[in-house]
């Protein structure tokens, strides 16, 4: 059974860049269908798609964060990271990586890790 | 048009039937999928493709599109199905997805 984790700071300091790892168990990040997504929630609001990377590394990234967004993978470590520049309090959310599956057009979020909650604050 | 639109609140009478809808012009084109999520938890895909359930979802759950909406039907609601509910969808490009501002459903 596949499962995700995310893994990083939990305060970022305004201007500085955000940087999450989602490890994937239970499966190789490599297996096609799949494209590796990061998504958050601000407190209280819905849900925000940030972005999302093939294991090849195509990336698409959500137009209004694209300018800050880098989305890469590692398959060696069967983890891929999400990097976020020039944060500021507005970036404080509930980051989660979930797998979108694409593989028999299921085109759907099947897999969510628990989330982190990350704060932008000196 | 790259926004789905959702009610930001409904309710329903427990045992009763209940849609939550999703409209967007994306939806002409492609599926919406459908999440719960319950307060402090990563949410839960119910419903994608055309009407199908993950396993483990119950079969009250179920999908249904036309035009430009999308329907999430509770059949039968029940208290643990009180929570927020969201769609998603490929957005007009086909490359990038959206999401639903979300509909919190109360269980009266």
């Known amino acids: 059974q596949v499962q995700l984790q995310e893994s990083g700071p939990g305060l970022v300091k305004p201007s500085q860049t955000l940087s999450l790892t989602c490890t994937v168990s239970?499966?190789?990040?490599?297996?096609?269908?799949?494209?590796w997504s990061w998504i958050r929630q601000h407190p209280g609001k819905g849900l925000e798609w940030i972005g999302y990377?093939?294991?090849?590394?195509?990336?698409y990234y959500n137009p209004s964060l694209k300018s800050r967004v880098t989305i890469s993978v590692d398959t060696s470590k069967n983890q891929f990271s999400l990097k976020l520049s020039s944060v500021t309090a507005a970036d404080t959310a509930v980051y989660y990586c979930?797998?979108?599956?694409?593989?028999?057009?299921?085109?759907?979020?099947?897999?969510w890790g628990q989330g982190t909650m990350v704060t932008v604050s000196s | 048009s790259s926004e789905l639109t959702q009610d930001p609140a409904v309710s329903v009478a427990l045992g009763q039937t209940v849609r939550i809808t999703c409209q967007g012009d994306?939806?002409?084109?492609?599926?919406a999928s459908w999440y719960q999520q319950k307060p402090g938890q990563a949410p839960v895909l119910v419903i994608y493709?055309?009407?199908n359930r993950p396993s483990g979802i119950p079969d009250r759950f179920s999908g249904s599109s036309s035009g430009n909406t999308a329907s999430l039907t509770i059949t039968g609601a029940q208290a643990e199905d009180e929570a927020d509910y969201y769609c998603?969808?490929?957005?007009?490009?086909?490359?990038?997805?959206?999401f639903g501002g979300g509909t919190k459903l109360t269980v009266l």
């Open positions: 990377i093939y294991y090849s590394g195509s990336t």
């Open positions: 998603n969808s490929r957005d007009s490009s086909g490359n990038r997805v959206v």
């Open positions: 979930a797998r979108f599956t694409v593989v028999t057009r299921r085109d759907a979020f099947d897999i």
């Open positions: 493709g055309k009407n």
């Open positions: 239970g499966g190789s990040i490599s297996s096609g269908g799949y494209y």
């Open positions: 994306s939806l002409r084109s492609y599926y």
